[in-house]
């Protein structure tokens, strides 16, 4: 039996304050390449899912973004432009609308544009099996096995146990995939060390698939207006009215995330499933996760010279060239300067030609307060 | 009784490459502002000397200096051009034959370029005091009283002792000076937790007194070449042949301190005398202590923007715009962009065009082995 198409969809948004100066209003994390492999984190997921898919990917992103996209996916990708951003719900159905004209039985799945995957093979391997149980009808998310008691993450909470030793579920149905009694939105860590402890627990990296019909119906269960206006915008597509229709509509939709507007309700009803990860996960979420990310997972990435016989362990992606003494640091330069460390314990640096950012790692958190304040303060183009 | 003229010297050589790169080769520390008071360390040296002085102070810098120092002066001082450094005796030594050649009772004081004095009331009573000692025909040091057991400094022993808790002499002579019985380079911990404790020694900050004649025969007694080409030198002053002299001369001079040269033998045969000093003083050899100057003695310098209520003390000097959140640390920017920093405990950044310095300031020290990298390896337009 031949299986459904496949069409990944990927909703490109966020600004991700927390990798600011690197990240900018114009220049958001999915545009950037920050582990130093020469693509884009937008670039490496349409690379990842292009060839699983059985159709163009379709992105979906913010007006603003829209030519900065197709420059770097060519005609990689189907590109929808969203008039204002209205959170991940509007622009995954938005997608989901587009896939169901041209076939209401096609699976798609839903991706972020700015996660890093550690293993491709695996990740192709996990895909293949949430397509198998979304052509069951079911809305399927893919479980990251936690590491450990991040409280940076929401969870995914299954009915059978898994064993958090070999972190693969104990009792996977046919298809893998396990009942899910409830998505968890971030826990405090005594919590987190709860979760990890009972092996039910996986994190949420907001990945779902399911056929485009099974979502849009569900979703007009959920919100009915909000299916009802991605569908009229789909409908649209190719008329001389198609970009009036948007400018309308879409304003008019619900600003919300999949998590709250399908896969929270969906779950409390049995109708949500997940399926194990076998591939590690990042997403990159701050200068620490990135700093963990370099040494742990990209040691081949950037260098930089230690002075005499130390134990310096200084990382260096861009152009700018580092020297560095009794240094645990990673350094991101933009400009041609020499950049030289002393002494350092657990600090980014990230030189550009405008903005200097010097941060302790185990504060990268609190680099959202500091990006407040220039929005509120200024001088606007810093951001 | 009138006294004899007083002429002031300052020999100002040093790179002070553990304030690179605020400091360079072309602009050494004694030509900056470190503290961001509008005047040079040299100029701040000379403003200060100048209102006790019966002439102008005799500057002695080397001929790669001459111009910006006679820019940054102008015809405050006499600036003698070295050909080559040969260390502070030839400097010291040529200008005390200038001044003798005009009145061999003149008494000469030597004062470093470079250093930081906190109390300009004090300092002129205790360079009064200190030129009664000289007239009395004695080489004289000013002696700091030491605020803790620094390592970074050498230290000058006094026959009798003073009292810890006032700071001050025991049993001054009839002048304020108390003879020295030894100088001492820098010692490890325990020996100046020892030195303080005795209540016996002072920092040695290299200020040193003596009429011209005294100090040159002195230096006839000791090293009679390094004596005799330094006197050759001056009376040729104005001679056709002077250039030619220097050239010839000069090189061959003996490359010495004065601690080692004078200081020291003199101190075994019971010559010096130390004038306790009443005002603070500061070497500022390194980030570390220039932090400490900034946050301690110029609580007025520099200002950053903190973020929120928290307990950030970030100092901001030069161009640049701080933004800082929990954050105690230092910022030396002459380019004019935004520079953030989270969590930072103990950092100095130097913000300049082609090179950024970030450094813990506990391993301040570590800085010269840096720099001494960048000496082998380059680039040398760093330096």
Redesign the interface.
Known sequence: MASAPFIPVIPAGGAGTRLW?LSRRRRPKFLLDPTGVGRSLLQQTVDRLGPLADGRPIVVTGAGHTAEVGEQLGGAACVLSEPEPRNSMPAIAWAAAVVEREDPDAVIGSFAADHLIGDEEAFAETVTAARRAAEAGHLVTLGISPTHPATGFGYVECASGYEPAVGRPGTPSADGALPVTRFVEKPDPERARQFLASGRFFWNAGMFLARARVLLDALAEQLPPLAAGVREIAAAHGSPEYEQLIARVWPRLTAIAIDHALAEPLAADGRVVVVPAGFAWDDVGDFAALARQLREEHPEAGGA?S??TDDSDARALGT?TV?A??SR?TVYGSTH?????????G?S?V?T????????D???Q??T??VR??ER?G?EH?L
Request: net charge negative; aromatic share 0%.
């Open positions: 100066p010279r002075v005499g700018a020297q003494i009794s640091a300067r020499h950049i030289a460390l002393v002494g350092l314990e600090i640096v030189d030609e405008d903005v200097l950012l010097v941060l302790a185990d504060r990268a609190d680099l307060a500091l304040d220039l303060t001088p810093l």
